[in-house]
Nanobody, 121 residues
């Protein structure tokens, strides 16, 4: 079992930055691949970024070059650094843990409760 708690969301102006954190419980965090997803009102949940247990990364095209995913296994935490934010990045952001690095939400077994990110124009 892995429990995930996101933090770091908030309101920011377009062009600004935020860093999201996802703290995980459990001693097996380092063996999981981790993903960030987001869901805007009226839209489906979409993939943002993922990082493997050995720090390989993959990004959605919409955030490539602006967002950076990283992890600190000693702190059981995964991060999402978001720069050059746009109004279309507004969504609830969720972190997830699973056995495979994937852009599909169905590959992840454990989910956090989400944190709201709002980007004003």
């Amino acid at each position: 079992q892995v429990q995930l708690v996101e933090s770091g969301g908030g309101l920011v102006q377009a062009g600004g930055s935020l860093r999201l954190s996802c703290a995980a419980s459990g001693r097996t965090f380092s063996s999981y691949d981790m993903g960030w997803f987001r869901q805007a009102p009226g839209k489906e949940r979409e993939f943002v970024a993922a990082i493997s247990f050995n720090s390989g990364t993959v990004y959605a095209d919409s955030v490539k070059g602006r967002f950076t995913i990283s992890r600190d296994n000693a702190k059981n935490t995964v991060y999402l650094q978001m720069n050059s934010l746009k109004p279309e990045d507004t969504a609830v952001y969720y972190c997830a843990a699973g056995p495979h690095l994937s852009s599909s939400w169905s590959a992840y077994h454990y989910w956090g409760q989400g944190t709201q990110v709002t980007v004003s124009s």
